[in-house]
């Protein structure tokens, strides 16, 4: 415990930047037919680097997809890694995927989310009924997992062999376990937060924060970063969503009105706390809207069966029944007859 908690100090100390009205932004494939926003940022002296996203949407419908066979716990859990493996994989390119996967000996069994280059993120439970007696908002992954694995893949159609990290679950948040993993497997040095509420099958809230510490990153803004992080862990991420009296205003005038919030404002106003006054001038900020997509479709199962043993292929031909199978991550049904 003592050791963990160094750790978090240690790392809190080597996030964050600021920046407001002097950044410079490009809108880079934000859907409008969603509210759900990943927006990236980098500090004027380019050594730290800010992931700031809500995807309430995309946890919404995961729920959805799961048809009500999913536990509170597990579905907080699996928000809160997906939230964490869309920061993580924020800078992908194209065709490139990271799979993140919590593998545990117990309650859960495993989580797992995978995320591409254009924020397409998935994910699923091994055992979504799974809940422990802890009516806690804040319990940890050997509650849920019991001893385990963080085992992760990066991967591309064009790579000959994958890169795979692993290393060992610790008793704490899934955020503190993931940025404990870019450290130790990565050398990457950033600090993960996560706010996820959801009551029943409806979230209602599901953000993420991500501060990296970029190689060369200077003392000052290190330590700027560190007073920052702390005072917006402070507020909690939810504490952003409450309108201005200008979104109000904006709400109320916009004649066209819109089924989607419009989040730039609430994640522009964490970047600007994260990066703060002293870093401003010169920062630059993208956006990208994460979107649910399963990759699952009618060849993948026919490619199942034929790693299936002869004997029992040919044991479903002989009783001519069709085979039913369901896809993990969406819920959909298949049924093809061999």
């Not at 545990?104 to 924020?119: E, F, P």
């Not at 385990?148 to 000959?160: A, D, E, L, Y």
């Not at 706390?273 to 993208?286: A, P």
Request: hydrophobic share 35%; proline share 3%; with cysteine.
């Amino acid at each position: 415990r003592s050791f963990e908690h160094r750790n978090i100090r240690w790392q809190r100390m080597l996030f964050h930047r600021h920046s407001s009205s002097n950044d410079f932004f490009i809108e880079n494939e934000i859907s409008k037919t969603t509210g759900d926003l990943l927006l990236s940022a980098l500090n004027g002296a380019q050594d730290i680097a800010i992931r700031a996203v809500n995807c309430r949407e995309v946890i919404q419908e995961s729920i959805l997809r799961s048809d009500n066979a999913i536990t509170n716990q597990a579905s907080t859990t699996l928000a809160e890694l997906m939230v964490c493996t869309l920061m993580m994989g924020s800078n992908l390119k194209g065709d490139e995927t990271l799979q993140v996967n919590l593998v545990g000996t117990r309650g859960l069994r495993n989580v797992m989310a995978i995320s591409d280059g254009d924020l397409k993120v998935r994910g699923m439970v091994g055992s979504p009924r799974y809940s422990t007696a802890t009516l806690s908002d804040k319990i940890t992954t050997n509650e849920l997992l019991g001893d385990g694995q963080i085992q992760v893949t990066r991967n591309h159609p064009s790579w000959k062999r994958p890169q795979n990290g692993i290393v060992a679950l610790r008793d704490t948040s899934v955020a503190l376990n993931l940025a404990l993993y870019m450290a130790e497997s990565e050398q990457r040095l950033a600090a993960m937060i996560t706010d996820v509420r959801i009551e029943g099958n409806l979230c209602r809230h599901a953000m993420g924060l991500l501060v990296e510490r970029l190689p060369g990153a200077s003392e000052e803004n290190v330590e700027l970063a560190i007073r920052n992080l702390a005072n917006i862990e402070r507020t909690g991420l939810r504490g952003y969503l409450d309108r201005t009296i200008e979104e109000k205003q904006q709400s109320i005038s916009n004649k066209k009105g819109s089924l989607f919030r419009d989040f730039h404002e609430p994640l522009n106003r964490i970047v600007d706390d994260c990066l703060g006054s002293e870093m401003t001038i010169d920062s630059i900020r993208w956006g990208k809207s994460p979107q649910f997509k399963c990759s699952c479709d009618i060849e993948r199962v026919w490619r199942a069966l034929r790693l299936l043993p002869k004997e029992e292929t040919q044991s479903i031909i002989n009783e001519g029944k069709p085979v039913e199978m369901k896809c993990e991550f969406c819920g959909q049904f298949y049924s093809v007859t061999p």
